[in-house]
């Protein structure tokens, strides 16, 4: 099992930017965020691979960066020019698969309890 433990959300204005952090336990080869408006299912928003394989929602291409440290034990989301859209609870998840090259069809075996980002 691995746990992860997001933190960094909150409220911030249209516009603004905010970072989200998460510290990971165990190995994992992928890793990234998926998130979940109110009344939506839960979406991808990042992904990383352990060889730096790095793939965006369409949604959030050129505002939002995945990174990870070099130890793999904490991943970022840093989000740039936030919209009432972005607004969900964000989830940092993990997977020792390779799912995460697949694409879309990825869903990750490991989730964290998730931090509400609300943008207004």
């Known amino acids: 099992h691995v746990q992860l433990v997001e933190s960094g959300g909150g409220s911030v204005q249209a516009g603004g930017s905010q970072r989200l952090s998460c510290s990971l336990d165990?190995?994992?080869?992928?890793m990234g965020w998926f998130r979940q408006a109110p009344g939506k299912p839960r979406d991808g928003v990042a992904t990383i691979s352990s060889d730096g394989d790095i793939r965006y929602a369409e949604s959030v291409k050129g505002r939002f960066t995945i990174s990870k440290d070099n130890a793999e034990t904490t991943l970022y989301l840093q989000m740039n020019s936030l919209q009432p859209e972005d607004t969900a609870m964000y989830y940092c998840?993990?997977?020792?698969?390779?799912?995460?090259?697949?694409?879309?069809?990825?869903?990750?075996?490991?989730w964290g309890q998730g931090t509400q980002v609300t943008v207004s």
């Open positions: 165990g190995y994992t080869y992928c």
């Open positions: 998840v993990a997977d020792r698969g390779r799912g995460c090259l697949n694409g879309d069809s990825w869903w990750p075996v490991f």
